[in-house]
Each structure stands twice: as C-alpha cells, then as structure tokens.
C-alpha cells in the first residue's frame, strides 16, 4: 500500500476520510468541504483543482460503504 492518495483513489480516501471524521455522516457534507476535508489528509497528493463532482460524489459514496461496514 501506498502513503500517498489522489483523487483516483477512492476506496483509501474514503478510508481515511473515516478514520479521520468517523461520526462524520458523509451524506450531510457539502461538496466544497469534502473537497477540502480530502486535500487536508495525510499523504494527498492530488491537484486540489483535478477534482469535479462526478470525483467527489463516488468518494462520498465509498465513504458511505467504509462507513456502513
């Protein structure tokens, strides 16, 4: 496993996005502070403008599954 995460990475991000917020429901965050939630993780990588909904919405979504197991 790599330290580093970007944007492409879905299932780690939402990982450590569980980790980091885990009474966090990721159905009632806004987009803009995902997006910012997710550039303030340990080991992102990721251009902060490469994101778009389409990237955010299956993050949260994958959230939602780390979260529901």
Known sequence: MSDTVDWS???EVAYRL???RPQTDPLTVRFTDLHDWICALDGFVGDPKASNE???E???MAWLDERED
């Open 9 to 11: 990475d879905f299932n």
């Open 18 to 20: 569980h980790e980091s």
């Open 54 to 56: 389409k990237v955010l």
């Open 58 to 60: 299956a993050i949260q």
